[in-house]
């Protein structure tokens, strides 16, 4: 079990990307609330099992976001499931999911599972080109989705993902603004402790990805940002 509610600071960790030792001690002792394990393409059991086992070493919460049936591992304190509400593709809205429900449903416990209202905003990102996400033309269309999740799903995360590039505040500000029952969870191109500061001064959550495998330094700073 993993308590969100408090939650500002999220490091997330690709399975299908290399790490040293001490590069994930020191991502793990940061003082981040949690770290996630997710990623698009190349998830497998194999390589989500070693991650985790690593990662286990440490105190840190540890959650799978899940994205592929293969890369389902038991063990993480907490599932967080993704439901791209703007995929184009209506196979990626519920499918999986009720294929993963037929393959597992009867290992799950439901207390550790999390729904994620996904919008995915990044055109050019891996998640965006396999849902053929829908783009968004509007801070107003935004928010609906927002809302949508809020009210309509009653979704407890809403997760604006911006993945690879650094999104606008100003939508995320109307994200939140629709999104009053849970917690926001912003991801896309943090690299400075700048961008980490504006994200979380909107959002309730920021997620670091990337700028972890490409400037270490940079990625542990963005926590002292948000704490
Ligand atoms: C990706 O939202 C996360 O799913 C974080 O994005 O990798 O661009 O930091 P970055």
Redesign the pocket.
């Known amino acids: 079990m993993v308590d969100v509610s408090n939650w500002r600071h999220v490091f997330?960790l690709?399975p299908d990307k290399q790490l040293d030792d001490a590069a994930l001690e020191a991502v793990c002792e940061s003082g981040t609330d949690a770290i996630m394990v997710?990623?698009?393409l190349g998830v497998t059991f194999e390589n989500t099992l070693e991650l985790m086992a690593r990662i286990r070493r440490y105190a840190v919460p540890a959650v799978l976001?899940v994205s592929s049936l293969d890369g389902v591992v038991p063990g993480f304190d907490a599932y967080f499931l993704p439901l791209v509400l703007n995929a184009g593709d209506p196979e990626w809205l519920l499918a999986p999911h009720v294929s993963g429900l037929q393959a597992y449903g009867s290992y799950i416990h439901w207390q550790e599972v999390y729904t994620e209202g996904y919008v995915i905003l990044n055109p050019d990102?891996a998640?965006a080109k396999l849902t053929k996400a829908k783009p968004i033309q509007s801070k107003d269309e935004a928010k609906a989705y927002a809302t949508v999740a809020a009210k309509l799903c009653k979704l407890p995360i809403f997760?604006v993902?911006?993945?690879?590039?650094?999104g606008d505040p100003e939508l995320v500000r109307s994200c939140k603004a629709g999104f009053d029952s849970g917690r926001l969870?912003?991801?896309?191109?943090?690299?400075t402790v700048e961008q980490a500061r504006e994200m979380s001064q909107i959002a309730d959550v920021i997620?670091?990805?990337?700028?972890?495998y490409e400037d270490l330094a940079q990625a542990l700073d963005t926590v002292k940002a948000v704490k």
Do not use: L, Q
């Open positions: 997330k690709d997710g990623g698009t976001e990102s998640a997760y993902e911006y993945s690879g590039t650094y969870f912003y991801g896309g191109g943090i690299r997620v670091v990805g990337n700028v972890i």
